[in-house]
């Protein structure tokens, strides 16, 4: 009798934690699991990407579990600059299916990461690289890939961390309120001449300290090597920024390093070059920031891309 009480004391005990165990389970934030789909696939994406810090940890999970169940032969892979690049429209310009692994936040090292462990799901076809200069440089060297592999690796840890209990919570929160403030990037609404003051501030942190990197030209050799060893078409894309890069670039005496990075590029393979002189970079309402072109130009530049191939 004593021994069913003490166990009866234990289970209460533990009741919390079975009940966090099960809401996990049917939220399932990132679809680790697959098998409840009470919050939709939509709104799940809202409230991964509701602001800066959510975003990188969210996406890098969420596209390396849809890639691994699901992979596929052709690739984008880049950071925040290809987020929003639509596989859907690539699809009708091109016939091609592409998943789009790219990343807000993603360093050079961390692309690197991503290329390998794709390579390792399946026999690729076609991968496009999404570089860009403001990530090539040697002290903003950092790593964000084991926000999926510590996961993949060690599954329970599913269960156990602060950020997945949150990112479940705030998804039954919208789930039965939508209250737009939970999920929406302040981004949004935020000011031209806020927006300016940020990117300035983003051009310090990108380049007051630039230190070129060899050790990620070396890599990127290594993966042309083994894309030409192994069939795969290897392509990269460089996407404009405002003039105001470039002139900040030019002012700082780096204009030089911005052309060797482009050279780099070009002598690996094929490079969709857009970052050039001409309409796009010249007017600042083509671009969120300084860095990032908004979605009807980032679609014109996809048709281009690809209707080119």
Known sequence: MEMKKYILRLLLFLSPVFFCFVLIVVVDPYEFFDVFHWVSVEDKKKVMNRNDESSPRGNILWKTIHFKRKPQKNILIGDSQGKNMKVELIKEISGEDVFNYCV????FETLFEMFWYAANQIKLEKVYFQVAFMNYNLSRSYNIFYFAKDYLDNPIKYFTTKEIYFDTF???DYHLTKNPSLVSNTYEFTPESEMNALADYRLDLFFSN??????????????????????????????????????????????????????????????????IPGEIKEDRKNFVDYFHPIQPVLDTLTYEIWAKK
């Open 104 to 107: 807000a936040g993603a360093s």
């Open 170 to 172: 705030v998804n039954i």
């Open 210 to 275: 630039y230190i070129y990197p060899e050790s990620y030209y070396i890599e990127l050799v290594k993966i042309k090597e083994y894309c030409e060893a192994n069939g795969i078409e290897l392509k990269f894309i460089i996407l404009p920024t405002y003039k105001a890069v470039d002139e900040y670039l030019a002012k700082n005496n780096l204009t030089g390093m911005k052309e060797r990075f482009k050279n780099d590029i070009k002598s690996l393979a094929l490079a969709s070059d857009l970052d």
